[in-house]
């Protein structure tokens, strides 16, 4: 079908717990689209996941029909479960919330490396360290 | 969450790309909810697909109730706070954090006002399943939910194939006819057809969830019998079709020409849509090539559509 773009936006949720409330329906709202398909949809694919932060990217065509496919989780989760902790600090800059090695931070930029576009693996592992830093992670 | 206060705080801040993981996770901190990441993006493959563009700042978004809107004012400057300090991560600047006060809707039904009933060519009605319709003599009633498959009736390609079948029928041209529906969505243009008065239908859409929601509609409609929905691109064997209908883009237009060309019968008619109207020349290059004789043509702001018959 001639489908065409009308806007590509990704939501981090929570696998199979997704609802109507924002921000799935601040987001999806104005688009006009079949929400509750959506989340049926999402939450039936992410069931397995529960308790895990699974973004879904959802592409929305002119004719307000759309798709969606999920993607790995946020590198904050991913830190977070590799630094062994259940949140940030509070004030990154003065106390440290746990810390992961740089071999940690490159298999993470590895795992999110199709979805940070980033050029290169440097390039990814630079956005998850500046991630982890400003969670109070640090990297040794 | 507790609150349906009645009222959300939108946050939302313009980061490089490069910071979109770290803004993220900061509005997450205040937002349970989760957030949302607009990047931008440019149109691929006449505007089938889109490619996220790195050097254009994304849009991170977050939801915080404002039912109490002192503590939504706080928790959006406490994001502001730990935004400040993400420079001095050696990530790329990022922008302000913008509120906006955004008022609670029924988000589980709001979206149906974007689907009224609408009305395409002189008789054919579509009709979203939860509205009423009063038929008038003679109308076509498709009834559809629109969801994960292109063909709500939204888009002037999809109306164009309609006012083409619609054409065809005056004619007598879909009387008893075998239809074939290549790309066929939601399986909007199927149930037209069948309706106009063709007895078979084979539907096929190269993804599985097309296939799902075109058999799905059908049965809405009481077309379980008559439309025969299945996974895949132009069939490459089987007796001709007298009809063949696509409404996909030029490029595919010009590539599958031959191989649609050959599914139909002597004097069979191709009803073809999704041409962006500076295309259509190269369609009839090859149309031409594949013994298709173009007839009426239609369009639609910058659309077109076209029928011809296979010599």
């Given amino acids: ?140 | 969450m507790a609150e349906t206060s009645g009222r959300w705080l939108e946050l939302s801040v313009e980061a490089d790309v490069e910071a979109v993981e770290a803004v993220s996770e900061i509005l997450s901190r205040v937002a349970s909810g989760g957030t949302t990441v607009e990047p931008a993006f440019d149109l691929v493959d006449e505007g089938l697909d889109a490619r996220v563009d790195p050097g254009r700042p994304s849009v991170v978004r977050a939801y915080v109730p404002a039912g109490d809107r002192g503590a939504a004012e706080r928790a959006a400057a406490d994001a502001a706070e730990a935004l400040g300090h993400l420079q001095a991560f050696g990530l790329r600047p990022i922008g302000e954090v913008t509120t906006r006060l955004v008022h609670e809707a029924d988000w589980a039904e709001a979206w149906k006002a974007h689907f009224p009933v609408i009305r395409v060519g002189r008789r054919i009605v579509i009709k979203p399943t939860w509205r009423r319709h009063r038929a008038k003599a003679g109308d076509v009633v498709i009834a559809l939910d629109p969801g994960m498959a292109f063909g709500t009736g939204l888009h002037p390609t999809t109306r164009l194939c309609l006012v083409a079948l619609e054409w065809l029928a005056d004619r007598g041209r879909l009387d008893g006819a075998r239809v074939l529906d290549v790309g066929c969505g939601s399986g909007i243009l199927s149930i037209a057809a069948a309706k106009l008065g063709a007895k078979g239908v084979f539907a096929v859409d190269t993804d599985p969830i097309a296939v799902e929601a075109t058999a799905a509609n059908a049965s809405r409609n009481g077309l379980s019998e008559v439309i025969r929905a299945g996974v895949g691109s132009v069939p490459t064997d089987g007796v001709p079709f007298d009809i063949v209908c696509a409404n996909l883009i030029a490029s595919l237009l010009v590539d599958l020409a031959p191989a649609l060309a050959a599914q139909l019968r002597r004097d069979g008619t191709i009803v073809a849509s999704g041409i962006f109207a500076d295309r259509l020349s190269e369609v009839r290059v090859a149309f031409a090539r594949a013994r298709l004789d173009v007839g009426e043509v239609w369009d639609e702001g910058d659309w077109v559509a076209l029928e011809a018959m296979r010599r």
């Fill in chain 1, 1 to 140: 079908m001639a489908k065409k773009i009308r806007i590509v936006l990704t939501l981090q949720l929570p696998a199979g717990k997704a609802t109507p409330a924002p921000p799935v329906g601040t987001a999806l709202g104005p688009h006009g689209i079949n929400i509750i398909e959506f989340t049926k949809s999402y939450n039936e694919k992410t069931a397995d996941k529960v308790g895990q932060v699974i973004p879904a990217q959802i592409t929305v065509f002119e004719d307000r029909s759309f798709s969606f496919i999920l993607k790995t989780p946020p590198a904050a989760d991913l830190l977070r479960k590799a630094a062994g902790i259940e949140k940030g600090a509070q004030t990154p800059k003065r106390e440290s919330a746990g810390r992961v090695s740089r071999d940690q931070v490159r298999q993470i930029a590895e795992t999110k490396m199709a979805d940070l576009n980033a050029n290169d693996i440097e390039a990814a592992m630079k956005q998850v360290e500046g991630t982890a830093r400003s969670m109070g992670i640090e990297v040794v």
